[in-house]
């Protein structure tokens, strides 16, 4: 069985940059379409970025386009989501999703990484 454990989160301020990492354990892992969400308080989880297993097609929310970048390292089985020029909008729980029907659904999460925003 796949898992997966978010980190990399913390308090930064606009304009800042963070990157966080997904590590994830199991023999079948290099195989998943890995994707990150956020959830804010109050709001439902949303989309941020997906990648296949072979890095192809890269996606991403209109709201995230040309400031994160999501990358996979086969050989760490991590997946990292670089996030530039952060906004008080960025400010949510982040959590990475997996499983073998991914991107269609997502069965495998992580316990989230919190990830903060000052103005």
């Known amino acids: 069985q796949v898992q997966v454990v978010e980190s990399g989160g913390g308090l930064v301020q606009a304009g800042d940059s963070l990157r966080l990492s997904c590590a994830a354990s199991?023999?079948?892992?290099?195989?998943?379409?890995m994707g990150w969400f956020r959830q804010a308080p109050g709001k439902e989880r949303e989309f941020v970025a997906g990648i296949s297993w072979n890095d192809a097609g890269a996606r991403y929310a209109d709201s995230v386009k040309g400031r994160f970048t999501i990358s996979r390292d086969m050989a760490k089985d991590t997946v990292y989501l670089q996030m530039n020029s952060l906004l008080p909008e960025d400010t949510a729980a982040y959590y990475c999703?997996?499983?073998?029907?991914?991107?269609?659904?997502?069965?495998?999460w992580g316990q989230g990484t919190q990830v903060t925003v000052s103005s």
């Open positions: 999703g997996t499983g073998i029907n991914a991107p269609l659904t997502y069965d495998i």
């Open positions: 199991g023999r079948t892992f290099s195989r998943y379409y």
